[in-house]
């Protein structure tokens, strides 16, 4: 039976004032929640207005109770979903077995749109193409349940997994769809090299339940990684680790760049302000994720987490070598605020200025690089300067990447660096059908690897505004002068 406190959270319970005894609520407009005088009973009905006394829906009643409010309203009989081939007017609206589309959302109350002539809030937003809301007290996707998550689809899942299907489960993308009916879910899922063509090496990609000594799931039980190198940590298997800063692993081969990221950026791959372009046009190791995705019809934007590591880093800190990590965005949306024209959502924006991530985010303290040592960088082939964003090395520990560098820079020592956990959002259409492709590739050599950790992809009912921003595990960042050891403030 619905609750006063449920149809609260709907909206279809007004709080005014009382009528503090007897007396009747005719329908969900009228039926405040309190005051009262305990021991007052009166007439309820919490249904659409209109609906009360039309097929089998029925009023009730209440009383209020010792604490001064009305309690549930019970003995009422409310619109239900129409039952076609009952001969019940179910959804009490005058029709019996009608089956028709009002809200125009392309489900039929008798083809399981359970709000469509009844009340329930947004009926376009509510059918068997919705997403569940976690907490709006709806059910969004007409299963019978309010606010019950589709079930998490990660365990289980093959370390060396070949089913590219599996690698959408692994970031919790649990629901599939097919061209011919209309579901919300991944249609369809392919691992190509950067350009879209050609098969990626076996190593570049791996399923894990954990990353190293501290990384763990952001949701379910396990996450993907890709890498230019071995998607592996130290004491993993299939595929084995392999030390990103290995000069001689070399198994991912060459690709184009994706050619429509490219074309955007007018022929070039973007890159951090002030740090010099790559050398020559192919991607090395390159690997990529393509998912094809029915958007729900309530879905307006979506986050997805991952944390990039590089062995780039330090010594080659905004040089050419500035290896991509990019989720790019296929999608007809063109409302504000808009994607990215390049569809790049991996990308960070500080003082209108934008920065595509990579190792070179490190560089001019962009406050992206945060899983790391302050000190020099670019100490051997980059651009000189200090980082002073660096927090800890917790999720570089057992990884590799928290070896110590037999070149180094000063203090800053470590194999490699990451950015810790960061969250990627960008919009879509209710409805639609979206392609979403994560690739990793190394810039300019094959050499010092990097690795990109995904996972917790969630839908949002609001829109958002798209990019990439750290996430919010660790204190707010100090930033510490490695010269002086004095707090200085952040840009």
């Avoid at 809301?133 to 969004?140: A, I, K, L, M, Y």
């Avoid at 249609?187 to 954990?210: C, H, M, V, W, Y």
């Avoid at 200090?386 to 820079?409: H, N, Q, R």
Wanted: aromatic share 6%; proline share 7%; with cysteine.
């Amino acid at each position: 039976m619905r609750t006063l406190s449920m149809l609260l959270v709907l909206g279809l319970v007004a709080c005014g004032p009382s009528s503090n005894g007897a007396g009747e609520c005719t329908d969900a407009q009228h039926c405040d929640m309190g005051p009262c005088s305990p021991g007052a009973s009166r007439s309820c009905y919490l249904g659409q207005m209109g609906t009360e006394g039309v097929g089998p829906c029925v009023g009730g009643s209440q009383m209020c109770l010792a604490s001064g409010t009305w309690s549930n309203c019970d003995g009422e009989v409310l619109p239900a979903p129409e039952s076609c081939g009952d001969h019940v007017d179910n959804n009490c609206n005058g029709m019996v077995d009608e089956d028709v589309d009002q809200d125009g959302d392309g489900f039929t109350t008798c083809g399981g749109d359970c709000c469509d002539s009844t009340e329930c809030g947004n009926p376009a937003e509510v059918n068997p193409n919705a997403f569940e809301v976690p907490g709006d007290g709806v059910d969004n996707d007409c299963d019978g349940m309010v606010d019950n998550a589709v079930p998490l689809c990660d365990t289980g899942l093959q370390s060396n997994s070949s089913a590219a299907m599996d690698y959408a489960k692994a970031i919790d993308l649990c629901q599939t769809a097919t061209m011919g009916d209309h579901k919300w879910g991944v249609i369809d899922a392919q691992f190509t090299k950067a350009d879209g063509t050609g098969t990626p090496a076996a190593e570049l990609r791996s399923i894990r339940t954990k990353f190293g000594t501290n990384v763990t799931p952001k949701l379910g039980a396990s996450l993907m990684v890709i890498s230019s190198g071995a998607a592996a940590a130290k004491g993993d298997t299939n595929p084995a680790f392999v030390a990103p800063e290995n000069p001689s692993f070399d198994g991912g081969g060459t690709s184009g760049f994706p050619a429509d990221f490219l074309a955007a950026n007018g022929g070039t791959l973007p890159n951090a302000p002030g740090c010099p372009g790559l050398n020559g046009n192919e991607a090395n190791d390159p690997i990529m994720l393509t998912l094809k995705v029915r958007v729900p019809s309530n879905a307006r934007s979506f986050t997805i987490k991952s944390n990039f590591y590089s062995s780039e880093f330090p010594e080659y800190t905004c040089s050419p070598f500035n290896d991509f990590f990019v989720i790019l965005l296929d999608s007809t949306f063109n409302g504000t605020p808009a994607n990215p024209t390049d569809k790049n959502l991996a990308f960070y924006s500080k003082n209108g200025t934008n920065y595509p991530v990579g190792v070179n985010l490190a560089y001019g303290n962009t406050g992206l690089f945060t899983e790391c040592k302050n000190g020099q960088t670019g100490c051997v082939g980059g651009t000189g300067g200090d980082i002073m964003t660096c927090m800890d090395t917790i999720d570089l520990a057992g990884t590799g990447f928290d070896d110590v560098s037999p070149e180094g820079c000063g203090t800053s020592n470590l194999i490699g660096g990451a950015t810790g956990w960061l969250t990627t959002t960008g919009n879509v259409v209710p409805g639609e059908i979206i392609t979403l492709r994560l690739a990793i590739w190394d810039t300019s050599d094959h050499v010092l690897d990097s690795t990109a950790l995904i996972d917790s992809f969630e839908w949002s009912a609001d829109g958002s505004d798209p990019g990439t921003v750290i996430g919010r595990e660790h204190p707010p960042i100090q930033l510490v002068s490695p010269t002086t050891g004095l707090a200085v403030p952040a840009e």
